[in-house]
């Protein structure tokens, strides 16, 4: 029963967080009515997938990688790569022009949060773009 209990905690990964980012997971979780503990898995879940995962060999690779590191495999098919791909396409059919930068403003975001996040200003308001449809 030792050896059971030892395994299951191998595969977990502890994190200590400053207070404010534990408070606002809490009220994030609470907004989608799961737990903080299942708000985290998705959210990691979410920024793993958006890793540049080698499809041969599974190395993670820097995300403007085009062959992997390890083994030299084209990461065209990577998860990263199919998945940016078709965000710019629908981005790009949606807003025209204007998609683009959306799309670039998007990734910047993905790549280095902390940084777009601090670069938004004190007041911490997101300004939305909408389009009217004809």
Same mark, same amino acid.
Do not use: H, R, T
């Given at each position: 029963m030792e050896h059971e209990t030892a395994e299951k905690n191998d595969d977990q990964i502890l994190l200590r967080l400053p207070k404010t980012l534990k408070t606002q997971i809490e009220t994030a979780a609470k907004l989608e009515g799961i737990t903080s503990q299942e708000w985290i898995r998705k959210a990691v879940s979410y920024r793993v997938s958006l890793l540049n995962v080698c499809p041969s060999c599974g190395t993670i690779n820097i995300p403007t990688a085009k062959y992997c590191n390890e083994c030299g495999t084209s990461l065209k098919e990577s998860k990263r790569t199919l998945y940016m791909e078709w965000m710019a396409q629908n981005l790009e059919e949606e807003f025209g022009e204007m998609g683009r $930068?959306?799309? &670039?403003?998007?990734?910047?975001?993905?790549?280095?949060?902390?940084? $777009?996040?601090? &670069?938004?200003g004190k007041d911490g308001k997101w300004v939305v773009v909408t389009r009217e449809h004809p």
């Open positions: $930068q959306l799309f &670039s403003d998007w990734m910047k975001l993905v790549d280095n949060p902390e940084a $777009q996040i601090k &670069s938004i």
